[in-house]
C-alpha cells in the first residue's frame, strides 16, 4: 500500500540550503518509492524582499548581512560547494575575479511565476523550481531577469506568452505576498522549511538520512 504525503517545500530561489534540502529529499524519496510517494509544492520565502533590481554583490551582501569576514564567506561557499557536490549539484562560486556568481538578487518576480507554475499542470512548478536553482547557482544568471525567466520557463514546458503577461502585470502579487505573510506568522523565519502533513516541519539542509527517516515515520503514522 502506497502512502501519500503532502510537502510544502518554503523556500527562496537564491537560497543555497534550499538547494541542497532539496537534493536530499529528492534521493530520500527514491529511498522509500515506491512506498511513499508526496504531494510536493513550494510555498515562497524571500531572503532579501526589498533588494532592488540590480541587486548586490554576493560577497559584499553576505558580510554585511551576517557580520562576518570575507574568509568566512568564502569558507561557507566552499562547503556549500562540496555539500552540493556531494548531491550532483554545482555550484559555480564567485571569486576575486568576479567569475561566477557573483551577486544576489531579488526574486519576487520569480515566485510569482513559480506560483502560476502550480497550476499548470504535474511537476511543471517542480521542474522550473530546479531550473532557477541551476540558472542562478551553476549558470551565474539573474532570477530578477524578465528575459532569463521566459527563457527558463520556455525551456521547461510553460506558456511563454502567459509568463510574459504575468511578468508585465501584478497577476499573483498579492497571492505570494499572502502565502509569504502566512509562513512567516507560522513561525518560519529561515529556509528550507519542509512541512509534511501541515503540522511535522523539517528545517534546513538536512541529510538525506534525516529526511528518509523522517518520511518512514511520518508516512507510519497513518
Known sequence: MTTTLKIDFVSDVSCPWCVIGLKALDQALDRVSPDITV???????????????????????????YGISTE???????????????????????NAAGG?????????????LLHWADSQGEGQQKAFKEGLFKTYFTDGESPASHEVLLKLAAEVGLDEVRAAAILNSDDYAVEVRAREQFYQAQGINSVPAIIINDKHLISGGQPVEVFEQALRQIASQG
Open 100 to 112: 561566477g556568481r557573483s551577486r544576489t538578487y531579488n526574486t519576487f518576480d520569480a515566485h510569482r
Open 72 to 94: 568566512q564567506a568564502e569558507a561557507n561557499r566552499e562547503a556549500i560547494r562540496q555539500r552540493g557536490a556531494d548531491l550532483d549539484f554545482t555550484f559555480n562560486g564567485t
Open 39 to 65: 504531494d510536493l509544492h513550494f510555498q515562497p520565502f524571500e531572503l532579501n524582499p526589498t533588494m532592488g533590481p540590480e541587486g548586490q554583490d554576493i560577497t559584499e551582501h553576505i558580510t554585511q548581512k
